[in-house]
């Protein structure tokens, strides 16, 4: 068996490996995780264009008072992987609010 790597987005090191693959239904996708730097990314090619991005932005705002938001956020919990000890900062959050729950 080959293991499938990909090129990581935050430090560029070639060896992200697979993580985590979701079957859930409109959250197909593979994560990978980063051995250099603990990134958990998915690939550009699960990333959605542009429009229907901006049209999925338009659904709600971004504050914690908008029900349609924290929905939109409350996807992560959804992911078993994303629930780790791991996840320690705010920063990470706002990289995976935008390269997973936007999908
Ligand atoms: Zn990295």
Redesign the pocket.
């Known amino acids: 068996m080959v293991a499938r790597l990909e090129p990581?987005?935050?430090?560029?090191?070639p060896y992200?490996a697979l993580f985590y693959s979701s079957r859930d239904k409109n959250m197909e996708r593979d994560f990978f995780r980063?051995?250099?730097?603990?990134?958990v990314f998915v690939p550009d090619r699960y990333h959605i264009g542009a429009e229907a991005e901006n049209e999925r932005y338009l659904t709600h705002n971004n504050v914690p008072a908008d029900e349609d938001y924290r929905a939109f956020l409350d996807r992560l919990h959804r992911l078993p992987a994303l629930t780790g000890p791991w996840i320690r900062d705010s920063s990470w959050m706002a990289y995976s609010v935008s390269s997973i729950a936007a999908r």
Do not use: G, I, T, V
């Open positions: 990581c987005p935050l430090c560029f090191s992200a980063c051995p250099k730097c603990d990134l």
